[in-house]
T-cell receptor
Framework: KQEVTQIPAALSVPEGENLVLNCSFT??????LQWFRQDPGKGLTSLLL?????REQTSGRLNASLDKSSGRSTLYIAASQPGDSATYLC???????????FGKGTRLSVIA | EAGVVQSPRYKIIEKKQPVAFWCNPI?????LYWYLQNLGQGPELLIR????????DSQLPKDRFSAERLKGVDSTLKIQPAELGDSAVYLC????????????FGPGTRLTVT
């Protein structure tokens, strides 16, 4: 059974700092991995989706990497801004017919 | 392009009462999901539809939960009767055909059972 862990559970950084959020999964035979952002009281916004054949995806200041052999993914945020404050969730999917398995998220606070 | 629409956004009911949530997915998205999210946790899948067919409902508590997607577009999730432990956020998501595409989430319905 796939299990997804995110560390740390919470992170506070000053504005402008580059930061890395970590996601680990127990079953390396994943189909894809997706990173989401969730603002308080809101739904999830998809940030990046990495297929199993890919090693990374980039969107603006965000870069997500995937290392299946070690069971890890990282989300890199460059030049953090207060507007980046939110909870970031990663989710792994083992095949096209299995559900996304989510971690509990990392709550990020970027201090101006 | 309109996103996934859910209603109501908030619902407060007494235990043992019924409640229903509605979801309208992104136009053209054949796959629809209902997730349950407890406070401080990631979402967990309740049911997945491919068009009007429920293809994965293994995590749906069928004694009190039911769902339907009659015309393969809108979907309704119902709880009857609600229990205190059902207090959570119910999220709807959709994706293009098949389960492997990027999922887009609605704002959710926050249910409080008193």
């Amino acid at each position: 059974k796939q299990e997804v862990t995110q560390i740390p559970a919470a992170l506070s950084v000053p504005e402008g700092e580059n930061l890395v959020l970590n996601c680990s999964f127990t079953d390396s035979a994943i189909y894809n991995l997706q990173w989401f952002r969730q603002d308080p009281g809101k739904g999830l916004t998809s940030l990046l989706l990495i297929q199993s054949s890919q090693r990374e995806q980039t969107s603006g200041r965000l870069n997500a990497s995937l290392d299946k052999s070690s069971g890890r993914s990282t989300l890199y945020i460059a030049a953090s801004q207060p507007g980046d404050s939110a909870t970031y969730l990663c989710a792994a999917q083992n095949s096209g017919n299995t559900p996304l398995v989510f971690g509990k998220g990392t709550r990020l606070s970027v201090i101006a | 392009e309109a996103g996934v629409v859910q209603s109501p956004r908030y619902k407060i009911i007494e235990k043992k009462q019924p409640v229903a949530f509605w979801c309208n997915p992104i136009s053209g998205h054949n796959t629809l999901y209902w997730y349950l999210q407890n406070l401080g946790q990631g979402p967990e899948l309740l049911i997945r539809y491919e068009n009007e067919e429920a293809v994965d409902d293994s995590q749906l508590p069928k004694d009190r939960f039911s769902a339907e997607r009659l015309k393969g577009v809108d979907s309704t999730l119902k709880i009857q009767p609600a229990e205190l432990g059902d207090s959570a956020v119910y999220l709807c998501a959709s994706s293009l055909g098949g389960a492997s595409h990027e999922q887009y989430f609605g704002p959710g319905t926050r249910l409080t059972v008193t």
